[in-house]
């Protein structure tokens, strides 16, 4: 069993930046993978990016490539989403999962946090 809770969200002028906190807790194995999803209103759970929790290899989605990065602090365990330079679309909630596959499908995750919210005004 493994549990997730996030923390950081909150409201944000677009071009600023904020970092969520993923703290894991539980029967986290180094194989497992740790990545942050977000949902929009009225749009299907998108994945933002992903690491390997062993030696915190990294990959994100095309759209956040050049502004987000991911890292992870193993004596806290605590996986972070640094977000830089947000813009209105990269309003929603965000969850951070655990899984074993290395994979940007959501249904490859077993395990979810409940989610921060994430609003970025224009």
């Known amino acids: 069993q493994v549990e997730l809770v996030e923390s950081g969200g909150g409201v944000v002028q677009a071009g600023g930046s904020l970092r969520l906190s993923c703290v894991v807790s539980g029967r986290i194995l180094s194989s497992n993978v740790v990545g942050w999803f977000r949902q929009a209103p009225g749009k299907e759970r998108e994945f933002v990016a992903r690491?390997?929790?062993?030696?915190?290899?990294?990959y994100y989605a095309d759209n956040v490539q050049d502004r987000f990065n991911l890292s992870r602090d193993i004596p806290s365990n605590t996986v972070y989403l640094r977000m830089n330079s947000l813009i209105p679309q990269d309003t929603a909630i965000y969850y951070c999962?655990?899984?074993?596959?290395?994979?940007?499908?959501?249904?490859?995750?077993?395990?979810w946090g409940q989610g921060t919210q994430v609003t970025v005004s224009s």
């Open positions: 999962a655990a899984g074993s596959s290395w994979s940007s499908n959501p249904l490859y995750y077993d395990y």
């Open positions: 690491l390997i929790w062993s030696h915190a290899a990294t």
